[in-house]
């Protein structure tokens, strides 16, 4: 078959390769596919070859209307996939800043109506257009820094119309521009200020009247609840989750971040796709993670963002056998960064984790955390060609250099959606 792409002479091609059926977990986890001198060819929106240049240029048919890439000195990951964002809300929170500075928690802010519930405030008075705009503002801004695919989660309406509002939006943008989203309901992400004091009144409404409609509308394919003290509990997170399963839904859940609750534990119960946050898991949550296959989205742009201090223990998990994925969490609050290059810096310091590990975290790993491990994720025959080059020498100096966007060239579905660093 004609090539339609040929990206050539990369000094390393990262492959994340042979890892679609099952997440990476253990040693595995740190183990990369590494073609020096390599070559990635396209046809369609479709891999179709990946390998040492003088191989691929032996396998693939070129002609006038190839697309031909040089890519001499420089590095190929596939298209990096991001499983924890809130990409769709209204209004910022730079306010909050000086109040974090002052020494006020997180969840004070938030039991005082502003945190998540002041996001709540701007989304909600946010026409349909302005979301969507800033949607796609938010999503280009990824896909200059390399992300092809994202979650996309709601939780800022807590009101029946105000969290379609922001799924249809999600719909919207991710029509609109290259980066895929994937939809997560969150309507239990905080008890909206109508509820105060009656959180079980309001998951009444979440389940017998938002989640009926968000399944009818097909506008996810998860469910999502933020359980922490003071927010969700487990047992109301069980009630939530069971309703989202029997609707046909996948799960995930906001656990362990700040207090350990038993999230992790709630998620292996029900057969969560992942848990996230984690800083406060218990050894037995990992142990039933682990047994589970239960994945850890961990969010340490978060932790360094709310200056928590100490970080999720990915190592005990890694060694425990638990398959780790790693996202940016991007959202108005607790993390305004939606760029996974600054994910794997923070990763490789603070989560000791290897540049390998992170990679692999931020391609594969993430791309079964969304269920779409058999189409995206890794750079091999028949899977999407969504890929990025690096201007990189090698895959380690993306871990060694931090705060500069090192993108040049991102491949959706097979099209040259940026080049030289900037949207085409
Ligand atoms: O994942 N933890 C709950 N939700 C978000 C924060 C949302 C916000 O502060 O607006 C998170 O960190
Ligand atoms: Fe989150």
Redesign the pocket.
């Known amino acids: 078959m004609t090539a339609s792409l040929l990206i050539k002479h990369a000094a390393q091609v990262v492959t994340s390769r042979g890892a679609s059926a099952k997440p990476l977990v253990g040693e595995s986890l740190g183990r990369i596919e590494v073609i020096d001198d390599g070559a990635v060819a396209v046809s369609g929106e479709k891999i179709t070859a990946v390998g040492p240049t003088a191989e691929v240029m032996e396998q693939v048919e070129t002609d006038r209307q190839t697309k031909v890439i040089d890519a001499t000195g420089k590095v190929v990951l596939p298209g990096l996939v991001d499983p924890?964002t809130?990409v769709v809300f209204g209004g910022s929170?730079e306010h909050e800043l000086s109040l974090k500075l002052q020494g006020v928690p997180?969840l004070e802010i938030l039991a005082r109506g502003g945190?998540?519930l002041s996001?709540v405030e701007a989304t909600r008075s946010a026409s349909s257009d302005q979301l969507v705009e800033r949607g796609i503002k938010y999503c280009r801004q990824m896909l200059v820094q390399g992300t092809t695919t994202a979650e996309a989660k709601s939780?800022?309406g807590l009101s029946t119309e105000a969290e379609l509002k922001i799924l249809r939006a999600v719909q919207q943008v991710a029509k609109a521009q290259p980066v895929d989203l994937v939809p997560t309901f969150l309507g239990a992400?905080a008890v909206p200020k109508e509820f105060k004091g009656d959180p079980d009144r309001y998951l009444k409404l979440v389940i017998e009247e938002m989640l009926p409609q968000v399944v009818e509308g097909k506008l996810a394919c998860y469910c999502d609840v933020?359980c922490?003290e003071g927010v969700f509990s487990v047992e109301q997170s069980r009630r939530v989750l069971t309703a989202a399963r029997a609707a046909g839904l996948g799960l995930k859940l906001?656990a362990d971040?700040i207090v350990p609750l038993g999230g992790a534990e709630l998620a292996a119960e029900l057969g969560a796709v992942s848990a996230?946050?984690l800083l406060a898991v218990s050894d037995r949550g990992i142990e039933k993670m682990a047994a589970a296959g239960v994945i850890a989205v961990l969010?340490p742009g978060?932790t360094f963002y709310l200056r928590e201090g100490h970080y999720a223990p990915a190592r005990r998990m890694i060694e425990a056998g638990v398959p780790v994925a790693l996202a940016t969490?991007f959202?108005?609050?607790?993390?305004p960064n939606n760029n996974l290059q600054l994910v794997i810096n923070i990763a490789c310091l603070y989560l000791r984790m290897t540049p390998a590990e992170t990679i692999n975290s931020i391609t594969i790993n993430a791309a079964h955390a969304l269920g779409r491990a058999a189409l995206i994720g890794s750079l091999e025959e028949n899977k999407a060609a969504d890929l990025v080059i690096f201007d990189a020498p090698n895959y380690d100096y993306l871990a060694y250099r931090y705060g500069t966007n090192l993108v040049e060239t991102v491949v959706k579905n097979g099209a040259v959606v940026v080049e030289g660093g900037l949207v085409d």
Do not use: A, Q
Request: net charge negative; no cysteine.
């Open positions: 924890h809130h929170r997180y945190g998540i996001s939780g800022y992400h933020f922490e906001h971040e996230d946050h969010l978060t969490d959202n108005p609050g607790s993390s």
